[in-house]
């Protein structure tokens, strides 16, 4: 079965970290770029972060850069999102999300093939 699993979710403090995993089952990530994704209560959900399938190409949203960083193990089949100077509007829910490319370089946050279920993170005090 293909399937994204992401942990590392939790309650911190603002200025607190977290790092968040994103582990895939039943597939290679070497053919995936990957992208880490959040919903906030009552909003839509937005791209965060992603990384291409060689890990020489990311992204990240504006909200985040400078706080956030994405990076990928492919022999373990993990992909992480290490989040440091959290703030209250970080609160949300996180999933990771995979799409199969051709290309070394492609990064983007559209036509994702497979999806987790989502890890919670609240950054309150």
């Known amino acids: 079965q293909l399937q994204l699993v992401e942990s590392g979710g939790g309650l911190v403090q603002p200025g607190g970290s977290l790092r968040l995993s994103c582990v895939a089952s039943?597939?290679?990530?070497?053919?995936?770029?990957i992208g880490w994704f959040r919903q906030a209560p009552g909003k839509e959900r937005e791209g965060v972060s992603c990384?291409?399938?060689?890990?020489?190409?990311?992204n990240y949203t504006d909200s985040v850069k400078g706080r956030f960083t994405i990076s990928r193990d492919n022999a373990k089949k993990t992909v992480y999102l290490q989040m440091n100077s959290l703030k209250p509007e970080d609160t949300a829910v996180y999933y990771c999300?995979?799409?199969?490319?051709?290309?070394?370089?492609?990064?983007?946050?559209?036509?994702?093939?497979?999806w987790g279920k989502g890890t919670l993170v609240t950054v309150s005090s």
């Open positions: 999300a995979a799409r199969r490319v051709i290309l070394s370089s492609v990064c983007d946050y559209n036509g994702m093939n497979y």
């Open positions: 039943g597939f290679t990530l070497d053919y995936y770029a």
């Open positions: 990384i291409s399938k060689s890990g020489g190409s990311t």
